[in-house]
């Protein structure tokens, strides 16, 4: 049986938290407590899986597995919500080329799974007050659009032209769905030209270390996390 193991963060008084499963590189669970968010991994897992194998990928989601926690991490800055400062043991690891690519076809599809999405709905509908409380769909995605750029900057040490697309975003010089697609195809191009060597480097920031892996694992889990959000509502895209 496969188990997966579950890296965590939440403040010391274990309220809001976030569960990485980096087995599954891109999957994150979220509660307002530890144990809210514990006992929502296995149908983020499941969700997960059945999102990759929809992708082609030999994984079974309807195969037992199990869990286990083997880190919590409850001082740094931003906990809870995917601290970009915080460093799992896993991040420190070197990534090949072909690990890469794997990745890139999986923020592929998730990115055009919500420009998909983006292009079918309306202005009203994009900026309409979701009945459940939190963000409009069109401050999702701007907020999506915003992180692409920085998470690569974790990744390799900076990143160029995204915030000029998210900002024509903004200002509706180009539509969402053309603002994701560019910006999607931007980060594919510099992951793609990612070298050995920046694949291996643990980086040192003002923050602390940092490493592609690092990065590149919170760009999958804050798209897959909006992209699941999103889902969640009526109307919502279809995973």
């Given at each position: 049986?496969t ?18 499963v ?16 514990l006992?929502?991994?296995?149908d983020a897992i ?9 992708q ?9 597995f ?5 880190e ?21 690891e070197?990534?090949t ?11 592929q599809?998730?990115r055009e799974?919500?420009a ?26 701007l ?5 692409t750029?920085?998470?690569l ?12 697309i ?12 053309e ?11 510099r992951?793609?030209a990612?070298?050995?060597e ?18 590149i ?10 992209l ?8 919502g895209p279809?995973?």
């Amino acid at each position: 049986m496969t188990t997966y193991g579950l890296y965590l963060e939440s403040g010391p008084r274990r309220r809001k938290t976030m569960v990485h499963v980096l087995d599954l590189l891109g999957c994150v669970a979220v509660g307002p407590t530890t144990d809210d968010a514990l006992a929502a991994t296995p149908d983020a897992i499941r969700a997960f899986l059945g999102t990759l194998r929809r992708q082609g990928e030999p994984v079974d989601p309807d195969a037992p597995f199990q869990t286990e926690v083997v880190e919590h991490i409850t001082e740094g800055i931003w906990l809870g919500n995917g601290s970009p400062s915080i460093i799992f043991g896993p991040d420190l690891e070197p990534m090949t080329h072909e690990e890469l690519e794997v990745h890139i076809r999986r923020f592929q599809w998730m990115r055009e799974t919500l420009a998909d999405w983006a292009a079918t709905q309306t202005d009203a509908d994009l900026d309409a007050a979701p009945a459940e409380g939190g963000r409009s769909g069109r401050a999702v995605l701007l907020h999506v659009l915003g992180a692409t750029g920085g998470y690569l900057s974790i990744a390799f040490g900076g990143s160029r032209g995204f915030f000029a697309i998210q900002g024509a975003a903004e200002r509706g010089e180009i539509s969402l769905p053309e603002a994701l697609r560019r910006s999607g195809a931007l980060a594919i191009e510099r992951l793609r030209a990612a070298t050995p060597e920046e694949l291996t480097t643990v980086r040192q920031r003002r923050s602390g270390p940092s490493t592609a892996r690092q990065g590149i694992r919170r760009l999958l889990e804050h798209e897959w996390e909006h992209l699941a959000e999103l889902a969640r509502r009526p109307g919502g895209p279809q995973l």
